[in-house]
Each structure stands twice: as structure tokens, then as C-alpha cells.
């Protein structure tokens, strides 16, 4: 008699196949819902900091442009006959549609290296191009740490920001107040011949992180100097 109530006391304790069966499955389906929340969770975080990333990167490209053009300068001091023009300044802004360029002379420049023969004085550039890998646009600066008498092309090109729809620049003339779409020092009458934009309107439009629509920033770099220099008699 008390061999039979121990052997249905150890049936009563075990576990049939099928409460295995169901432990387990309820097992996975908790592990794979635990795991699909961590892997949105990561793919959320890694998408938020790609976005804190290239907003980052664009600040500071929108940063250095005006901090740039706001120490544009042209010169009065050329060699009339041209033959002997060794040195030209400009600030020559070109309406391109969806991408605007911008050639100018500034103070900008910065010695990398010691007893080099470089002054504070460069040539800059800001235009849009075709990346190297196809596909995209990219928004490019030129630098060429001496002026010659071609500001507008030479020095060395690097991409300032990757991925860019729109690059417009805008002109705030200070005689007449008004904003201009395009900006030239070395045209007579129908330029601005030695002087410059008291203001320089920069927007960047670029994909959202998404890429489902576009966003647009920008900013606005100050000139302080907006007259041609001349050493001899400043009269502008």
C-alpha cells in the first residue's frame, strides 16, 4: 500500500512533455520580445546620434563660412598695366541656381607650420560639386594660402559638408539696403566695384534624417570692412 501512494506521489511531482513544450515556447516568445526591444531601442539610438552627428558637423561648416567671410577684404593697390598684376582681390558671389559660389579674398588663413611663408591672407572658395563617389552633392571649399592673380581657381579643395540639395547666398548692399543675388568687385558699372556686402545671408538645405523631406538652415556672417583698402588715401 505504501509503495503504490509513493509512486503516484512521484507522477504528481513530474512534468508531463507538454508543460515542457508550452515553458519553452512562452520562454521564446518572452526572449524575442525582449530582444526586438533592445534591437529598436539600439537602431533609435544609433539613428538619434547619426542626426546629433551631421547637425554637429553642420554647425560648425555654417560657423567657419561666416566667420570667413567676415574678414572678406578687397584692395585698391593694383598694378594698372596688367602684364605686371601679381596679386588681384576679389569678392565675386555668382547666382547657380541650386547652388551658389562664392570666390573672395580674407584674413582668414592660419599658419600650420613654423617660419612658413605665409601671411593671414588666402583665397576662398564655397561651391557645390558632384562627391567623388557619385551620387550626391557635396558642399566645397577652396583655400590657397597666397593670392595671385587668380582668386578664382588654384589651392587645395575639401568637402566642408556631404549631402547637400540647396547652397544659396545672399548680398545686404549697404548703399542701397537692399539683398542681392550675386555680388562682383572686378565689374565697373554694373558690379560693385571695391566694396563689399555689409552682410552675407548663407542657407544650406539638406535631407532630413528620414530623408522623407528636406530642411533648410543658415545664418549670417557681418563684414566689416566693406570698402576697398587704400593705404595711400582712404576715401571711400
Known amino acids: 500500500m505504501s509503495a503504490r501512494m509513493n509512486t503516484r506521489g512521484k507522477r504528481r511531482r513530474g512534468v508531463t512533455l507538454i508543460e515542457a513544450m508550452v515553458a519553452i515556447l512562452i520562454t521564446s516568445i518572452i526572449g524575442t520580445l525582449v530582444w526586438g526591444g533592445f534591437d529598436q531601442t539600439s537602431r533609435n539610438k544609433a539613428r538619434v546620434e547619426a542626426g546629433l552627428d551631421r547637425f554637429h558637423t553642420l554647425r560648425i561648416a555654417l560657423e567657419r563660412m561666416s566667420r570667413e567671410i567676415s574678414m572678406a577684404f578687397v584692395s585698391t593697390h593694383i598694378n594698372e598695366n596688367t602684364q605686371l598684376q601679381a596679386v588681384r582681390t576679389v ?31 588666402n583665397e576662398i572658395s564655397y561651391f557645390v560639386t558632384n562627391h567623388p563617389d557619385g551620387g550626391r552633392k557635396v558642399l566645397a571649399r577652396r583655400e590657397q594660402a597666397r593670392i595671385d592673380d587668380d582668386p578664382e581657381h588654384g589651392g587645395r579643395v575639401q568637402i566642408l559638408f556631404d549631402d547637400v540639395k540647396d547652397f544659396q547666398l545672399e548680398y545686404l548692399d549697404p548703399a542701397s539696403n537692399e539683398w542681392l543675388r550675386t555680388w562682383n568687385t572686378t565689374q565697373g558699372a554694373t558690379g560693385q566695384p571695391n566694396r563689399l556686402p555689409s552682410q552675407v545671408k548663407i542657407s544650406i538645405s539638406i535631407p532630413s534624417a528620414d530623408g522623407r523631406r528636406t530642411e533648410t538652415y543658415g545664418t549670417r556672417a557681418s563684414i566689416p570692412i566693406v570698402w576697398g583698402l587704400n593705404h595711400a588715401v582712404y576715401n571711400p
Open 91 to 121: 569678392f565675386i558671389g555668382t547666382d547657380r541656381g541650386g547652388g551658389d559660389r562664392l570666390d573672395f579674398c580674407s584674413f582668414s588663413h592660419q599658419r600650420l607650420y613654423r617660419n612658413a611663408h605665409e601671411s593671414d591672407q
